[in-house]
């Protein structure tokens, strides 16, 4: 299954990317701290959002419209008292089909997987606002990443795609990693 292939073959990625944003959340002391990081999150989704934004349609992931995305970044950092006026420069991986989309759309939508473990982190430096984006689908988590892998499984039947996928969702990572670099420089 393609879910699987890409998860063991962006371990390197992923881990690099969780350190990075890890160290940038333990060093938040405020809700000012906490929305800086946030527009980090708001500026590579937004971006990828725009660059898969042709391939994703309701016919590939029929509960596109309902899942998480850059808004409910952006409505977190305003609820901090935030804004999005500057922003981190944010590049996405080139993409040209929808299986490459939702390749990448498995990173963001994986980040979302691990948001509850992020609200626990930040609880304890005594943030509790500006986190609805972390919490992800509440109980329905599990299922909604049911569904999505289910979709980019479908999508990625053929085994020759699978390499392509891979590179995608490897870019996608590092990627966002470079978004979390330049802001620690």
């Known amino acids: 299954m393609l879910h699987q292939n890409i998860k063991e073959n962006t371990k390197e990625a992923h881990q690099t990317l969780e350190g990075v944003v890890v ?3 333990k060093s938040v002391r405020s809700n000012a701290d906490y929305a800086d990081v946030l527009k980090n999150f708001y500026a590579y989704f937004n971006t990828v ?3 898969i ?3 994703i349609t309701s016919e590939v992931l029929p509960d596109y419209a309902e899942r998480r995305n850059s808004s409910h970044i952006k409505a977190d950092i305003e609820e901090l008292r935030g804004t999005t006026d500057t922003l ?3 590049v996405a991986p080139q993409v040209n089909n929808a299986l490459e989309a939702l390749s990448a759309l498995y990173v963001l939508e994986g980040s979302i997987m691990g948001g509850p473990y992020i609200v626990q982190m930040l609880n304890k430096y005594g943030i509790t606002q500006g986190t609805s984006f972390f919490s992800g689908y509440g109980e329905d988590t599990g299922k ?18 699978h390499e392509r996928a891979v590179a995608v969702a490897n870019e996608t990572f590092s990627r966002f990693g470079d ?4 802001a620690t420089v």
């Open 49 to 51: 959002e725009k660059a």
């Open 88 to 90: 981190p420069e944010a």
């Open 144 to 161: 909604m990443w049911g569904v999505f892998t289910a979709v980019l499984n479908k999508y990625g039947e053929d085994p020759a795609t």
């Open 53 to 55: 934004a042709p391939f």
């Open 179 to 182: 978004v979390f670099a330049a």
């Open 23 to 25: 160290r940038q959340l």
